[in-house]
């Protein structure tokens, strides 16, 4: 069934954002705010539902899917039931598509075609995704199509989904299907899901990660999940921002995958992330954020609806932003988690081998709201920083890491942009300001020139000295009231990295060796 040709209602193509604003508005749930972004509230979904995406299991990517929790396997024959009963649920809406595409670099982009129920969603994908030229519009073909229903509600006893919710992915036939969820970041993690596929399978590292350039045309890569610091740190008022959250990494150099942001906004302000405060106004969508009545002025410091709060933008909202999204290979690469446990030093150097053990752990703290369910910090290990879009074998991904960081010399740093003082509940969340000291010392070489000293328990080197810093900071047991208290509470996440990687087979002694000393 020809979804597009056989529907008999108004079928939208390529609106521009004002129609689009338009056609939200003229629906329920929409409204402007002061500085004229789209505000949308997302019901009983309002972050990622992890446990509702699967892959479809099919001959063409069978053997090739790292199957498992993450990756769920869905049976062809309950796709075609569920995808037909989604296109006749669409026959009689009102339909918005967006063309565009995934990856800035012409060589690896992937053309893709957003089908939409919501005017608002539309709006998102022309936002978050690359938007065609008039030429370019004119030679595009549709690789792959995004079906976005969130209207319909799976039955799990006739469609084999986990709820009323489902993001399924089928390669063979290139289809990403979504319903019983409002939750627009779906549809732009779906497609990094697809990319994460199918680059590695051309030699291009796909990356879950925020990029900048330095003015004498330096890169940096900032690796870590939802809630520690990739957006806020990559837009940086001194430097370009590439991306803020998807990547590829090509025999060139590095490319955006996308055409906009997606920040959280939970306690946003204009003084301390300028950029993206700015970045919020006419064409930028706004879920979840609490939004006065009468002035329509937004309240990001009102996390009732959820801490999960977001502001979708197109990248050239930010003033300094590099367009096209394409730079040459990396200098520095800074992997970022927040430590609930309040040990981890805000800042420090690793080796090759410390480098390929922390991005295979993707240690940090999944945040209240980026996922249902989880409601305050809960220590977590993601692969790669990313393990939720990653289709393949996460070994797949460290190996082109490891090759890359040997092949071009990148300096790699751990920043811990969690606790500090004490675990969560007890200690401070590190000062941004101190966070963005740390971080400009790394990218402009200041931090190689200072002494390092190992951490007894994790190995990795922390440095006795950073410009704009205070001594007592860099050493994360200075913070603590109570020295024999971080003692026990470094051994207890030590032990976690060691259980975390046990479940690892086949990795060098070398990089194994680099895990905390337990004990």
Known sequence: MNLLQSNTNQVHFNLSVPELIEKALAGKGSRLTATGALTVETGKYTGRSPKDRFIVDEPSVHDKIDWGPVNRPFPPEKFHRLYNDVLAYLQDKELFVFDGFAGADEKYRLHIRVINEFAWHNLFAHQLFIRPTVHALERHRPEFTVISAPGFEADPAVHGTNSEAFIIINFSEKVILIGGTHYAGEIKKSVFSVMNYLLPQKNVLSM???ANQGKEGDVALFFGLSGTGKTTLSADPNRFLIGDDEHGWTERGIFNIEGGCYAKCINLSEEKEPDIYRAIRFGSVLENVVVDEQTRVADYDDGSLTENTRAAYPIHYISNALIPGIAQHPNVIIFLTADAFGVLPPIAKLTK?????????????????????????????????????LPLNPSVYAEMLGQ??????????????????????????????????????ALNGELERQEFVPHPVFGVAVPKYCPGVPAEVLDPRETWADKEAYDRQAQKLAQLFVENFSKFNGVADIIRAAAPKVG
């Not at 996922?371 to 879009?389: D, I, L, N, Y």
């Not at 010399?409 to 963005?436: A, E, F, I, Q």
């Open 208 to 210: 879950h990660c925020s």
């Open 353 to 389: 081998e410390q480098a390929m053990y922390h991005f295979l752990s993707g240690y940090t703290s999944k945040l209240a709201g980026t996922e249902r369910g989880v409601t305050e910090p809960e220590a977590t290990f993601s692969a790669c920083f990313g393990a939720p879009f």
């Open 404 to 441: 890359k960081i040997d092949e071009h010399g990148v300096r790699v740093y751990l920043v811990n942009t969690g606790w500090s003082g004490g675990p969560y509940g007890t200690g401070k969340r590190m000062n941004l300001d101190y966070t963005r000291a740390m971080v400009t010392a």
